[in-house]
């Protein structure tokens, strides 16, 4: 299993502001998945991040609202940028287990913008 | 048509009570299934994989029919622990970036 620590767990912020979101892995994993979960629906994949290269989105994500760092095996991070209302939701940290597939998902953190 | 379709519910059973949900996929080439569970404003977490055999967990059942391209939870007793809401997950392997969440279906299970 994986231990995974997210922050902020909350934040309310204005429109037109950015936010970054931490994601810190108890392991050395390959990859790191960002999902986002909108109020009252299901998960969506937006990125995968992969260490010493570029992030891979997909499609509906761009890496201009969404840029994300992977500066090593255990850490990742997730900015919303020039956010509107319709960001609000929660982004959601992920790991998957190489041998069973199962992921395993930090706490998540619920982003309101006004 | 959405690549995983669920029931949204919610389902409001008594407890004791026997339930059951049904997921269908839309990619014939899924290879791997799961279902999770999300408590209110939590993160998701794996109940079962679900195998083509079928499996069983205590209380719960997991079955994939690759015919008819759906696959199913049956949940026995039920208790009010239970309440959650449980996600089908489909994936073309089993590495994370290929799998896709369905909506979910909320269960309550009532005292």
């Known amino acids: 299993s994986a231990v995974i620590s997210q922050k902020p767990s909350r934040d309310i912020c204005q429109r037109g502001t950015s936010l970054t979101i931490q994601c810190q892995v108890d392991?050395?994993?390959?990859?790191m998945f960002w999902y986002r979960q909108q109020p009252g629906q299901s998960l969506t994949l937006i990125a995968t991040?992969?260490?010493?290269?570029?992030?891979?989105?997909e499609s509906g994500f761009v890496i201009d609202k969404f840029p994300i760092s992977r500066p090593n095996l255990t850490f990742s991070t997730l900015t919303v940028s020039n956010m509107s209302p319709e960001d609000s939701s929660i982004y959601l940290c992920?790991?998957?287990?190489?041998?069973?597939?199962?992921?395993?998902f930090g706490e998540g953190s619920r982003l309101t913008v006004l | 048509r959405k690549e995983v379709e669920q029931d949204p519910g919610p389902f409001n059973v008594p407890e004791g009570a026997t339930v059951a949900f049904n997921c269908t996929y839309s990619n014939s080439a899924s290879q791997s299934f799961f279902w999770y569970r999300q408590d209110c404003r939590k993160e998701p977490k794996l109940l079962m994989s679900v195998y083509s055999s079928g499996n069983e967990d205590g209380r719960f059942t997991a079955q994939l029919n690759r015919a008819s391209q759906y696959i199913s939870l049956l949940i026995r007793d039920s208790k009010l622990s239970d309440s959650a809401t449980y996600l089908c997950?489909?994936?073309?392997?089993?590495?994370?970036?290929?799998?896709?969440f369905g909506p979910g279906t909320r269960l309550s299970v009532l005292p």
């Open positions: 991040a992969n260490q010493g290269s570029e992030a891979t989105y």
């Open positions: 997950v489909v994936g073309l392997d089993n590495y994370g970036q290929n799998f896709v």
């Open positions: 992920s790991v998957d287990s190489e041998n069973t597939g199962e992921l395993f």
């Open positions: 392991s050395q994993v390959t990859m």
